[in-house]
């Protein structure tokens, strides 16, 4: 880390006392508090997260060959599946921002 004289030392202090706060949060963070956030939003962030994750799923196995596909599950079930649960997060990701707004 680079080093940075300072002459004054109350500008020296609050860029420790800064530092020291900095380092406390990522501490009480955790991993999945750095990857997500902190604050109202988060549980945005994760269902949203969740959707993508799902969506990507089903994409990934809707444009397999159908020779690597199950037989016993196809594509008509897997979007009947996948459909009503991305429709519902998507409901609750909405609800959620007009409760935000006051709407």
Same mark, same amino acid.
Not at 7 to 26: C, F, L
Not at 77 to 93: A, K
């Given at each position: 880390m680079n080093k940075i004289e300072i002459q004054d030392p109350k500008v020296a202090?609050?860029?420790?006392?800064a530092n020291a706060e900095n380092e406390k949060r990522k501490a009480e963070l955790g991993f999945?508090?750095?990857? #997500? /956030?902190s604050g109202d939003n988060v549980r !945005?962030?994760?269902?949203?997260?969740?959707a993508l994750g799902i969506l990507l799923i089903a994409l990934v196995y809707t444009l397999t060959p159908e020779?690597?596909?199950?037989?016993? #599950? /196809?594509?008509?079930?897997l979007?009947? !599946?996948?459909?009503?649960?991305?429709?519902?997060i998507i409901?609750?990701?909405?609800g959620s921002r007009s409760k935000e707004t006051g709407g």
């Amino acid at each position: 880390m680079n080093k940075i004289e300072i002459q004054d030392p109350k500008v020296a202090g609050k860029i420790i006392a800064a530092n020291a706060e900095n380092e406390k949060r990522k501490a009480e963070l955790g991993f999945l508090g750095r990857f #997500f /956030g902190s604050g109202d939003n988060v549980r !945005l962030y994760i269902v949203g997260t969740i959707a993508l994750g799902i969506l990507l799923i089903a994409l990934v196995y809707t444009l397999t060959p159908e020779k690597f596909r199950s037989a016993d #599950f /196809g594509l008509k079930e897997l979007w009947s !599946l996948v459909l009503p649960v991305e429709m519902t997060i998507i409901g609750y990701l909405i609800g959620s921002r007009s409760k935000e707004t006051g709407g």
